[in-house]
């Protein structure tokens, strides 16, 4: 099972990836990152990229329906029967003229808050296979 960096590396392998990020998006803090980010500064990518990520999974009219975080009594996240916590959306995509921002919610064993953010040249990328591959890591990522 794959680290962040190993993780990271992996998601730069996809066609047209120019930068790849693990963000909790409570906090805006990138985890780990490799690459370039737009503006050249990656901290200020993962802040920015944490509040779209944070604004559209807090919204009800973005979760399936019947979404219930399994809160406890004391207000935090309770893992389901795998020990899994699901994160309210699965994924975001971001386009612009010349590229595609695929931000992939992670499932963890805590209180679900980090995503994969990978920068993806319009030209080259390929959203499809970037969406199962990211899939695929997020999956197997192991955090902590």
Do not use: K
């Amino acid at each position: 099972m794959p680290g962040i960096d190993e993780c990271l590396l992996e998601a730069m392998r996809l066609p047209g990836a120019r930068g790849a990020a693990l963000v909790d998006w409570t906090s805006g803090l990138a985890l780990g990152s490799v690459g370039e980010f737009p503006g050249g500064d990656h901290e200020a990518a993962a802040a920015e990229a944490a509040e779209v990520a944070r604004l559209t999974a807090e919204q009800r009219a973005f979760t399936p329906d019947g979404y219930d975080r399994h809160e406890s009594a004391d207000g935090t996240a309770e893992a389901g029967a795998a020990g899994v916590v699901d994160p309210p959306v699965e994924d975001l995509i971001i386009s612009n003229r010349d590229s595609y921002h695929v931000l992939r919610f992670v499932p963890t064993s805590f209180d679900s808050s980090v995503f994969l953010h990978v920068w993806l040249a319009r030209p080259d990328g390929n959203l499809a296979l970037a969406r199962i591959r990211l899939g695929e890591m997020a999956g197997r990522l192991v955090l902590g």
